[in-house]
């Protein structure tokens, strides 16, 4: 989800002149009143897209991809040799909520400093940075499952830290890759594509990595991964980035937003501030983002594991996770899909955020079914849920950011995500500890999910917003 020409930063910030300021924020405003059917149509929000396959066509765009594919189909054996290598070493809940967590809560952490950078040194520039980081942290995973039997926990929690930093990071400059990329009419089409990838890797990975780390050793797992950032570095360094960045944001609802004014410092996170407490729309995001995540990840993280422990064992437990996450990838495809070919759907936010009220039901159903195809099944329904909405609200997010802010605004967007899911890892790990039963902790969850979607759908900005 930058910059094909010098990866020069932008010039200037709000915080130091009073009239790029107001700028900053009346672009706020105007994009959130335009979204919402309250401003004069532009020329280029008339222009319709190119249809599913229009992103495809662009070849920077293709490479970004196709590296990013093969990077999450990596990341899929790392995801599940992880939890079973502490595992090996503990049966305790709450040493797995450690480490998981301490990954969560660095990259939550240095998600903002990942926005700033990616829009001072380019996204792109910042994501073969990060890569290269991520690559030697694996090498040491991989070094320590080898060669120590029993690796000792600090040495993984540290690791797993430092995983954490680069992926804080990576992941801002990766979604401020795309609208660098792709005009913005062809958004949701890329958008897209991007949870294909991300999901299409959770179908096709999971379940080849289960299979291949129960046969062969888990530091198989990290040594894959490592790989596979080999070759996104390399396919991110093929990318050229267009030099439209250095003139003028995204074409979005509002018309074109004025790049900052030559002569200041860039990347301030207070002009990203101001733009963003001025966009109400993205504060309540951020905050239904937070409270969301905290309802789910930790428990995707510690509760599915436990669960899978409970039913099959220690040794089938990486297997059966496999297939569980397969199911949740399928789903999220069919979803992705769906939602790039409906590319003039109106209402994007509302329908996104209502999208997740049957995934809180669904969440409920998972404790309740035997055996681990149904449960499989269940998250399918809820990654097409997933999927579908996460393609349609980061649209519209993107189209509502200047292009030579949104590594810095998105950076705040994705922490209500990030930060939600370090807490909700402690937590999940503290309350399997204390319930009697592991149904208990997806209850629980779903009750938050329901709740979160509940006071998204309190804001009129969710109505207004087309």
Not at 21 to 49: C, K, M, W, Y
Not at 166 to 183: D, E, K, R
Not at 225 to 241: E, G
Not at 435 to 444: D, E, Q, R
């Amino acid at each position: 989800m930058l910059d094909e020409a010098t990866g020069t930063p932008p010039s200037a910030t709000a915080a130091q002149d009073p009239a790029q300021g107001s700028a900053a924020q009346a672009g706020g405003a105007a994009a959130l009143a335009a979204a919402a059917g309250g401003a004069t149509e532009t020329a280029a929000t008339r222009r319709r897209g190119g249809g599913f396959l229009a992103p495809l066509r662009l070849a920077s765009f293709r490479r970004l991809i196709g590296g990013q594919t093969i990077s999450r189909l990596g990341d899929q054996f790392y995801y599940l040799a992880i939890p079973w290598l502490v595992l090996r070493v503990t049966d305790s809940a709450v040493a797995l909520a450690l480490v998981l967590g301490v990954s969560a809560l660095t990259l939550g952490l240095f998600t903002l400093l990942g926005g700033v950078l990616a829009d001072r040194v380019g996204p792109r520039n910042l994501m073969i940075g990060a890569d290269v980081a991520r690559m030697l942290v694996m090498g040491g995973l991989a070094g320590l499952a080898l060669f120590v039997a029993a690796p000792p926990l600090w040495q993984v929690t540290a690791l797993s830290a430092l995983l954490g930093v680069a992926s804080g990071l990576f992941y801002p400059a990766s979604t401020a890759m795309i609208p660098h990329l792709v005009p913005n009419e062809d958004l949701q089409a890329a958008n897209s594509y991007e949870q294909l990838t991300l999901q299409g890797s959770n179908f096709v990975g999971p379940g080849i990595a289960g299979v291949v780390l129960t046969a062969t050793r888990l530091a198989f797992g990290f040594v894959l991964d490592a790989a596979t950032f080999v070759v996104s570095v390399l396919t991110l360094a093929l990318i050229r980035m267009p030099r439209r960045e250095l003139a003028a944001g995204p074409a979005g609802p509002a018309g074109p937003t004025p790049a900052p004014a030559p002569g200041t410092k860039s990347g301030s996170l207070g002009e990203a501030l101001r733009f963003l407490w001025h966009t109400r729309f993205l504060v309540m995001v951020i905050g239904v983002s937070l409270l969301g995540n905290f309802a789910i990840n930790g428990l995707f993280e510690v509760g599915v594991p436990l669960l899978l422990k409970e039913r099959v064992g220690l040794t089938a437990g990486p297997q059966a996770q496999g297939i569980v996450v397969a199911g949740f990838g399928l789903g999220s495809v069919l979803g992705a899909v769906a939602a790039g070919v409906a590319g003039h759907v109106r209402r994007k936010p509302l329908i996104g955020i209502l999208l997740f009220a049957p995934f809180s039901l669904l969440t409920v159903a998972v404790p309740l079914v035997a055996g681990v195809y149904p449960v499989a099944g269940i998250f399918a329904l809820m990654g097409l849920l997933s999927a579908a909405s996460n393609v349609l609200l980061v649209t519209v997010l993107q189209s509502l950011i200047p292009l030579h802010m949104m590594g810095r605004v998105m950076s705040f967007v994705l922490l209500g995500s990030f930060l939600g899911t370090p807490l909700s890892i402690f937590a999940y790990g503290a309350a399997a500890t204390l319930v009697p039963s592991v149904a208990w902790l997806f209850f629980g969850g779903a009750a938050l999910m329901l709740l979160a979607v509940i006071l998204a759908l309190t804001s009129r900005h969710t109505w207004q917003m087309r």
